[in-house]
């Protein structure tokens, strides 16, 4: 469980969140909402890369303040761009670096660096640079990145915004196939009518948190009233 209490964030003096207070218990998550309305400063909370600059946040039970090193084990975080994830050239190095800084044996290391890249198609290019993937593989080698790790929650924000249709539905099904709560920030709206919930944001408050289909209309007649 991920609890967000009365949470206000502020940066350079500007507000960008007001008084959100949540409880994420789902499996799939979306957060969705226009360009500025606070949804990738949000999510940015849930494992530390930001706090609050009032309220709390705790991720079972563990605050992102004070206890930053246990919620990042526990929240993978993969970001919108890849090539900002993907920090080695080899494909298999990049999947490898967060086991090894854990002290994972080599042996072990490799067959979960094989696991994960064959469960995204990506085995055959284990000893690839990972600059020559395609966008959609260097989005599921992040993933993949991410993974390995075994995270309790997989935090995605837009992962979809700079592929193609054939792309986007390859993460989107990697997305589904994910046994981890998932808590995506998009704009593809059709890739969340599956969810089980949906949180929109607007100018920095929540103005609906319901099932996709209550919750998309109101974000949608929300755009249309501006």
Do not use: C, W
């Amino acid at each position: 469980m991920i609890e967000i209490q009365n949470v206000s964030l502020t940066l350079d003096d500007n507000p960008i969140l007001h008084e959100v207070t949540l409880t994420l218990t789902e499996k799939r998550i979306a957060i969705v909402g226009s360009n500025g309305s606070g949804k990738s400063s949000f999510v940015r909370l849930l494992n530390g890369l930001r706090t609050p600059s009032e309220g709390r946040v705790l991720v079972d039970g563990y605050d992102t303040q004070t206890e930053g090193r246990k919620v990042r084990r526990r929240v993978g975080f993969v970001f919108q761009n890849p090539d900002n994830q993907i920090v080695f050239p080899i494909v298999e190095e990049d999947v490898a670096f967060g086991l090894k800084n854990l002290g994972v044996p080599v042996a072990e290391r490799e067959q979960m660096v094989d696991e994960v890249l064959n469960r995204y198609g990506l085995l055959s290019k284990r000893k690839q640079p990972s600059h020559t993937l395609s966008g959609g593989q260097k989005q599921l080698l992040a993933i993949a990145g991410v993974l390995v790790m075994k995270p309790a929650y997989v935090v995605l924000d837009e992962p979809t915004t700079l592929l193609d249709l054939r792309n986007k539905l390859r993460v989107s099904q990697a997305i589904d196939g994910l046994d981890q709560t998932a808590i995506m920030v998009t704009h593809d709206l059709d890739l969340v009518e599956n969810f089980d919930r949906v949180i929109v944001f607007d100018q920095g408050r929540i103005i609906a948190d319901d099932v996709p289909n209550k919750a998309l209309r109101r974000y949608v007649e929300a755009m249309l009233d501006a």
